[in-house]
């Protein structure tokens, strides 16, 4: 991705504007976003978005308001225990199937979603794009690198039809 621009005060203001609106009428629709929570006070905005999944209970999804761009990422999972080297491959080979984001190593190293879009091509449609592909993303890879990375621990749920 090339360097976006710096984003003017006023650009990340609008930006801020239309994630909150935006937050507010998916949640008031009922669908998989189930909570939200916005957070300012020591820093850039920041958006906590809870949404429920088909193969893992929740999803949380971070947004985060930067000098450039509207960054996002979700955990996927914890660091493997077992089969490491496998876990992280099948990960790799799925990014090339990822349109606008890619599977990275966070914290304690565990696994997380992340991406980024310019401040200034922030829209609806954008952020529905970002928020539905990251849990449809996750929901895809979550019960195979758990099955691998904790074999024998991990035991995919049969949901109920």
Known sequence: MDLAPVATPSQRQACAALVDSWAAARLAEGGALVAVDRHSDDGPARWYLRLTGDEKDYVTVWLTMRQRTLHHEAQVMPAPETNIERAYEYLLRRNGDLHRARFALGPED???????????????????????????????????????????????????P
Request: no cysteine; proline share 4%; aromatic share 10%.
């Open 110 to 160: 565990a696994v997380y979603l992340v991406g980024e879009l310019p401040v200034v091509d922030v829209t609806e449609d954008e952020l529905d794009r970002i928020v539905g592909s990251s849990l449809a993303y996750i929901d895809d890879v979550f019960p195979t690198a758990m099955l691998i990375g904790f074999a024998g621990r991990y035991r995919r749920r049969r949901r109920s």
